[in-house]
């Protein structure tokens, strides 16, 4: 029965129906057919979103919506503009910094596309850069949000696998970095090949303190968010939290450009975000909950230890499912569908599931900038106003710096848990 759950949710899901839907009706009919009683979905719904883990995600959406709204990322982007707009490859490098330094207080790729990224485009036209190139760029850099805390996918992936949520975050960090180099480097070959634009000169002592400084008290952010956590004064949760009230507090006392309209977009926008992911959440647990039952984890468990037991093996293996679920599904979707049968056949190999929370989720982000569900892909023509062959195309260089580090992160644990083991 549980093969027949997956499989009315594959020929939904193909058929076009939205994906709440696609999980929802065999749950529902799942639970007709087994006479189980109706309040049992009501229950399982429920339960999924009593989380405190979650009430992260929201926090961290409405941050980085208010920032939007209220204009930090154009003092950020200034300053990056500042400070790496000399370098080969100009506003290029600019984008790819800046939006490690977003991702620093969103947490979310298509927050990074489409907030910054809007702005990061408009300025590489202007400059003379293609449209294409600019969307490319763009696109590829966003894949760091999602990795560097604080990050929604990593809060969803915890709290469905009870890893520390902590240690994920702590783990991304240097995968953000080594993902970021990478992209530069690339940007910077690039460069050199198709003569892109660059700023005229380096910047003075005090032109680069002029931008540093309206940006200051933004870059603080994530440094306190993360220090916090590194000293256990509080939890994710509530580093998410310590963040908005420092965030309202830095744009209405040192900005003083926050208005109430600004506060108001920002949290319409909050909650139609975060309605829908949560209701993905809600909908498959429930369809995680059948799957237990039908004991599809311990039977995929089974069947991939008899394959191989070898932990370098059973990572590639767990690439391509992330990958292939990524090219289809949204993370929240996937990560709550795929992880559940992937992570206890691993786990039970020997493979840490901190470092298997990272290439899920590194995986699942490249998946944002893949066909045919590539949700970034999208996004990404409609602002820059191009084709989506047109972008595929300009996004070829940018696959190799980020399946190395794919490669990297996969192959190299002690590079992922670094920072982690200092909790441990």
């Known amino acids: ?16 129906f939205p994906v709440v839907y696609a999980i929802l009706i065999p749950s529902i009919v799942y639970v007709l057919i087994e006479g189980l009683p109706y309040g049992l979905l009501v229950q399982r719904i429920t339960y999924a979103l009593d ?16 920032m939007n709204s209220a204009g930090i990322t154009d003092r ?32 979310a790729a298509l927050a990074d596309v489409g907030g910054l990224g809007r702005i990061e485009i408009a300025a590489m036209k202007k400059k003379g850069f293609t449209a294409p190139f600019s969307a490319a760029v763009t696109g590829a850099s966003a894949v ?44 910077v070959f690039l460069s050199y090949r198709y ?33 916090g956590m590194l000293l256990g004064l509080f939890t994710p949760t509530e580093a998410a939290a310590v963040t908005v009230v420092y965030v309202l507090a830095i744009s209405a006392i040192f900005y003083r450009d926050l208005t109430f309209e600004h506060l108001w977009q920002a949290l319409i926008l909050t909650v139609k975000s975060t309605s829908a992911i949560l209701i993905i959440v809600a909908v498959a647990a429930m369809f995680g909950w059948i799957l237990a039952v039908e ?19 059973l990572l590639i293996v767990a690439n391509l499912i992330f990958f292939i679920a990524g090219m289809f599904l949204d993370s ?13 056949p691993m786990i039970l190999a020997g493979i840490d599931p901190v470092h298997l929370g990272i290439i899920a989720i590194f995986n699942l982000m490249f998946g944002l900038l893949t066909p045919p569900m590539g949700l970034s892909l999208f996004l990404l023509s409609s602002i820059a106003k191009v084709s989506l062959r047109q972008l595929l195309r ?24 670094w920072l982690p083991s200092m909790l441990r």
């Open 332 to 344: 929240t979707t996937a990560t709550l569908l795929v992880v559940p049968v992937i992570a206890p």
């Open 76 to 107: 950020i982007f200034r300053f990056a503009d500042t400070a790496v707009g000399r370098f080969p490859g100009g506003l290029a490098q600019v984008n790819i910094f800046s939006s490690l330094i977003f991702s620093g207080m969103s947490g």
């Open 144 to 187: 760091v949000g999602p990795i560097f805390p604080p990050s929604i996918p990593l809060i969803v992936y915890g709290s469905v696998t009870s890893v520390s949520i902590v240690q994920l975050l702590l783990a991304g960090i240097v995968p953000a970095l080594v993902c970021v180099v990478l992209l530069m480097l690339t940007t």
């Open 51 to 66: 989380s405190f883990p979650l009430v992260a995600v929201p926090i961290f959406i409405f941050v980085g919506n208010l």
């Open 195 to 227: 003569n892109l634009p660059r700023s005229e000169r380096w910047p003075t002592l005090r032109e680069l303190g002029g931008d540093l400084l309206p940006a200051l008290p933004a870059l603080l952010a994530p440094v306190l968010m993360i220090a």
């Open 1 to 16: 029965m549980g093969l027949a759950v997956i499989g009315a949710f594959l020929v939904l899901f193909i058929a076009g």
């Open 295 to 313: 004991q599809i984890p311990q039977d995929f468990a089974r069947w991939i230890l008899k394959f191989s037991t070898d932990p370098i093996v």
């Open 394 to 417: 300009a996004l070829v260089p940018f696959y190799v710096p980020l399946l190395a580090t794919l490669a990297i992160i996969t192959f190299w644990e002690g590079l992922v848990l």
